[in-house]
Nanobody, 119 residues
Framework: QEKLVESGGGLVQSGGSLRLSCAAS????????MGWYRQAPGKQRELVAS???????NYADSVKGRFTISRDNAKNTLYLQMNSLRPEDTAVYYC?????????????WGQGTQVTVSS
């Protein structure tokens, strides 16, 4: 099981952008689907974006058109470009493999990266 380390979070004003990265300790080439989850205070963790190893992407309605997920199999890294950020995007963001066809995570959780959007 690969170890995943998230980075790139921070404090940004509403309307700003951030790019999150998720570095894997080994190859992600064989991982069929990977995704970004987030957990806001007092809420359940939710899947916001996913990508397959063929490049097919899917997004939660709340982030569609604003977030873009990508993966670089050569660098063993998953990315999440977040634009037009809103205060409701404030959460800890985690990456993980996805146990398809569900949206359940396939591995252990990393430490996550905090994203805070001020109004």
């Amino acid at each position: 099981q690969e170890k995943l380390v998230e980075s790139g979070g921070g404090l940004v004003q509403s309307g700003g952008s951030l790019r999150l990265s998720c570095a894997a300790s080994g190859s992600i080439l064989s991982i069929v689907a990977m995704g970004w989850y987030r957990q806001a205070p007092g809420k359940q963790r939710e899947l916001v974006a996913s990508i397959t190893n063929s490049g097919r992407t899917n997004y939660a309605d709340s982030v569609k058109g604003r977030f873009t997920i990508s993966r670089d199999n050569a660098k063993n890294t998953l990315y999440l470009q977040m634009n037009s950020l809103r205060p409701e995007d404030t959460a800890v963001y985690y990456c993980n493999s996805i146990r398809i066809p569900t949206s359940l995570p396939g591995g252990s959780w990393g430490q996550g990266t905090q994203v805070t959007v001020s109004s």
